[in-house]
């Protein structure tokens, strides 16, 4: 029989623990688990009269519930691939009922007093400093500023900023002008349409009124991007206001608009006593135009066979509509007042300027 090899212990190594297992020196190789190979380990021996500590029971871990990689490949059924659970749906959030003493907060404010605050050119547009256009051209030229530092288009700005216009923007404002013209019957008052030349070709020097006032001499510029302020159909006459102002533009067709338009209107009818009453009645309230409510108008009689009508609203072909839902066709129609500027002795198809002491 073999002697069993010993192990030493070194002079200064501390003593055995009781509690632990005797370790056993073995001739044979270790197991293949731990070495790596295919060497069978020696059969073991009779248990030590001291039992080996073991390591507390651990809870199984994620990883040793997993199947291992490769077991859907190497066709075995010992491991299948579990299916993931479907993750449950949440339910939606429901609004929290204010408690009483935590009042619910305010509503939120609408989007044009948001922190961020609104457009700059929008703010200005509201201020009635500039129209929209004008208020982008400024910016673009870098004559706005916002507490001091040089603005840029698309820009947002808060109630309590300091806004400053360069004194060009307002030199080149007063520059622009606003025309009075007499539009005759065949000319459209906005762009060219269906064959029909605009109102604005008939502004040259020739088209100008010999008694315009105003001591503004003509400039082929003046010619150049105005807008009509207010339609006036193509078999509809008289006042016509072009601008190059964006102000006078928004004063005069805003949706809130306070200016009046007054129209006289011919009128045909069957009763050979003139409009009736009731006729009259509701033109001046009582009707609505594509579902809506019109606004009160003043409506009298010139004479046996014309109206006179005042609107604050221009909705489209306005007057026309009106009178043909109270039995009345409308042979012709001719505006005569915008505010407080009349079309007076303008004759047709001529123009002249808006003065500097007029106001609409």
């Not at 270790?30 to 039992?51: E, F, I, N, T, W």
């Not at 006593?273 to 606004?295: I, K, M, N, S, Y």
């Not at 306005?318 to 915008?338: D, N, S, T």
Request: hydrophobic share 35%; proline share 11%; glycine share 8%.
């Amino acid at each position: 029989m073999t002697q069993r090899p010993t192990l030493k212990l070194k002079p200064d190594a501390a003593g055995r623990d009781p509690r632990r297992s005797r370790v056993r020196a073995t001739t044979a190789p270790r197991s293949a688990a731990a070495q790596g190979d295919a060497v069978p380990r020696a059969p073991s021996r009779a248990p030590s009269a001291h039992p080996p500590l073991r390591e507390p029971a651990q809870p199984p871990s994620r990883d040793a519930a997993r199947p291992p990689r490769g077991s859907a490949r190497d066709g075995s059924n010992a491991h299948r691939p579990v299916a993931k659970p479907a993750r449950p749906r949440l339910p939606p959030a429901l609004p929290v009922e204010p408690r009483a003493q935590h009042p619910a907060p305010p509503p939120s404010p609408p989007s044009a007093a948001r922190a961020d605050g609104v457009r700059l050119s929008k703010t200005l547009t509201e201020r009635g400093i500039a129209s929209r256009r004008e208020a982008d051209d400024w910016i673009a030229a870098g004559w706005v500023r916002v507490d001091g530092e040089m603005a840029v288009l698309g820009q947002r700005v808060r109630p309590e900023q300091r806004i400053d216009i360069d004194p060009a923007a307002r030199r080149e404002q007063a520059r622009s002008v606003t025309i009075l013209l007499h539009k005759p019957v065949g000319h459209v008052s906005g762009q060219a349409e269906d064959g029909y030349a605009p109102a604005a070709a008939l502004v040259t020097e020739a088209n100008r009124w010999d008694e315009d006032k105003s001591r503004r001499a003509f400039h082929p510029g003046h010619a150049r991007g105005l807008a009509p302020a207010g339609r006036l159909d193509i078999d509809s006459t008289g006042l016509l206001v072009l601008t190059q102002d964006g102000r006078i533009a928004k004063l005069l067709i805003g949706e809130h608009s306070p200016i009046e338009k007054e129209y006289l209107v011919r009128v045909a009818h069957a009763d050979a006593e003139g409009v009736p009453d009731a006729a009259l009645q509701l033109l001046r309230h009582g009707l609505e135009l594509d579902g809506e409510p019109l606004l009160p108008a003043k409506v009298s009689r010139a004479n046996e066979d014309q109206l006179r009508i005042v609107l604050q609203q221009g909705r489209k072909r306005q007057i026309r509509r009106m009178c043909e839902a109270v039995g009345l066709q409308v042979l012709g129609l001719k505006r005569v007042r915008i505010g407080s500027v009349v079309l007076g002795r303008l004759p047709v198809g001529r123009w002249r300027y808006l003065r500097d002491d007029e106001r609409f």
